[in-house]
């Protein structure tokens, strides 16, 4: 495997892990935090809240994983350069230069 592709798998790797990490603490504290009605106690949504903020961003390292993992079968179309150049006029058209001044590639009859 060369180096250009082992970069994005290393990337992919380290943040599959990190969110299985972030995502197992975050659900297990949320639904704790939420289920206390089922429990018997009083239901309390002020920490079920603040813990959805967490459950939120561990969503979006859950896309983030998806986008990069799509993002190495996505096939790289080769770049070109673009080159500014004049291009001559075909028989019959004129062509306006910057001075807004018109030339005309026919002969004038006289």
Known sequence: MSVSRAKPFVRIFSLSIFFFAW???SWIVFFRAVSGPWRGEPP??????????FVLIGLGMIAAV???VLSLF???????ALQLFRVAPLAGQSIISPSGRSSSSIAQDG
């Open 23 to 25: 995502n197992a603490i």
């Open 66 to 68: 998806v986008y990069m």
């Open 44 to 53: 309390s949504f002020v920490p079920g809240l603040f813990v959805a903020l």
């Open 74 to 80: 996505n096939p790289h179309a080769p770049r070109f």
